[in-house]
């Protein structure tokens, strides 16, 4: 009896938030991503079948693989809205009862299209200004994107002029700077627009426009290589597979990615709310890609090389090939999280952004999925602190090096969290949650907190009062 009474008497557990994103998004533009590369991979037997002359061979140049980026977003776009009917959610910003007439939207859309072409134009001329743009796989993206742009220019007219007629207020961010641009001709009160609106509208288009045009020009060579692989050539190598199925996964990954940034709808509720205020948050992010990565991680000559005088996991354990299976199976495990992490997103993959609360797929585990199982990547393909020099140093600048590339990601995460608790309750609530049953999560954050009882000689009870102290990321 006294055993019922307590396990009645004890707390519920609190649930976890339902996530913004259902699994079924990703799971949708992941099916129709392999439809795409099974047809292009078997391409001349279809071409033969239906009586095509001439040889041909598989589809794995870039235009395929910009073409998959359809056959991901299709998907996953009527999924969210034929199943999860996201377009009726309040995030949207949408009231589809309202349906104002057109003259009535005019006045506030024609503001907004001058805005969008203002931003493109200035974009583009970042673009031209910029020499990293006008070399090797970067000259793709700036094709597909001077492509693109005419097309933009035209068919965001009617867009912006539907989507005022159902939003609940048409003068948002784009409306604002669009506002700033009449007011240089005297056309708009300068007390109309709004600074900080301004600010929040190109926080957004920096991160779309630097982070798609690299998405766009690392989109080929996996594809090719995806698309031209021959498996059964290399099934008995464990090296060779693993290698093929860790392209495949970081194809997956870059494919569902790159249709985040470019894929920010409302009515698809995978606008972007707000992009990360923080200047801290930025500079995280910022190092991690070029041009700026170029300089600082990864090979011999950067700033925080880790890869001086390695050869990899390949080298060292050739001469074990049960253990070549082994690690090849543990390096494809955590790429495919890292992978699962970035599907989990659905439409919204993006950084720096904040465009709802994903709780479900990985994240259920860890609040950072992706960056925990991309560094421990790095620490069991490259084995930094093995060297083929044998010198100690090497081993231990690498080892040391590597821990700085661990403690950007660290950084990344922690700005990451700042910017979503300061935004979203829901976030709020995911984070509790996470603190208290994350697997991953729960025990490192209270290892953590006995660590820092006993180093403020508090001991293991030390408890971090307040929301505004927050405990770290994986």
């Not at 033969?48 to 056959?71: C, D, H, K, R």
């Not at 070029?290 to 050739?318: C, D, K, M, R």
Request: aromatic share 14%.
């Amino acid at each position: 009896m006294d055993a019922k009474l307590t396990s009645a008497a004890a707390p519920a557990r609190a649930a976890l938030p339902q996530s913004d994103v259902s699994s079924g998004v990703g799971l949708a533009g992941l099916l129709g991503l392999f439809a795409w590369i099974m047809f292009c991979r078997t391409f001349p037997a279809f071409a033969q079948a239906i009586g095509l002359e001439g040889e041909y061979g598989v589809l794995s140049g870039p235009y395929a693989a910009l073409t998959a980026m359809v056959f991901t977003a299709g998907p996953m776009a009527l999924w969210s809205l034929l199943v999860d009917r996201v377009h009726l959610r309040p995030s949207t910003g949408l009231d589809w009862s309202l349906s104002r007439g057109v003259q009535d939207v005019l006045p506030v859309s024609s503001v907004k299209i001058a805005g969008l072409w203002a931003t493109w134009a200035i974009i583009g001329a970042l673009y031209c200004l910029c020499r990293w743009y006008w070399d090797g796989p970067y000259l793709f993206a700036m094709e597909v994107l001077g492509f693109a742009i005419i097309p933009m220019v035209v068919l965001c007219v009617p867009y912006v002029i539907w989507l005022d007629r159902y939003m609940i207020d048409p003068k948002d961010s784009t409306w604002h700077f669009g506002a700033l641009v009449a007011g240089t001709l005297g056309l708009i009160p300068r007390e109309d627009w709004d600074i900080e609106a301004i600010k929040k509208h190109w926080r957004a288009w920096i991160i779309k426009a630097f982070f798609g045009a690299f998405m766009i020009s690392i989109l080929p060579p996996g594809f090719a290589f995806v698309v031209e692989a021959q498996p059964a050539e290399i099934i008995a190598n464990p090296v060779e597979i693993g290698m093929l199925l860790i392209t495949l996964l970081f194809l997956i990954d870059v494919q569902i990615g790159t249709v985040g940034y470019l894929f920010t709808l409302r009515p698809l509720d995978a606008h972007i709310r707000s992009g990360n205020p923080f200047l801290g948050g930025w500079l995280a992010a910022l190092l991690c890609y070029p041009p700026f990565v170029w300089g600082i991680l990864g090979g011999n000559n950067q700033i925080l090389s880790y890869e001086s005088s390695t050869a990899g996991w390949g080298h060292w354990l050739a001469a074990y090939p049960a253990m070549l299976w082994v690690w090849a199976g543990w390096l494809v495990f955590l790429t495919a999280i890292y992978a699962w992490a970035t599907v989990a997103f659905g439409i919204r993959f993006s950084n720096l952004t904040y465009r709802g609360v994903l709780t479900n797929g990985p994240y259920r585990f860890t609040r950072h999925p992706a960056y925990l199982s991309k560094n421990l990547f790095w620490w069991c393909s490259v084995l930094p602190f093995l060297v083929t020099n044998g010198s100690p140093v090497d081993a231990i600048r690498n080892t040391f090096f590597l821990l700085m590339v661990n403690a950007i990601y660290y950084w990344r995460a922690r700005t990451e969290e700042a910017h979503l608790l300061a935004e979203d309750p829901k976030y709020r609530e995911y984070y509790d949650w996470m603190e208290a049953h994350g697997t991953i999560t729960a025990p490192l954050s209270r290892a953590w907190r006995w660590a820092g009882g006993r180093l403020s000689g508090r001991g293991a009870r030390h408890e971090v009062a307040g929301p505004a102290v927050q405990e770290p990321a994986e």
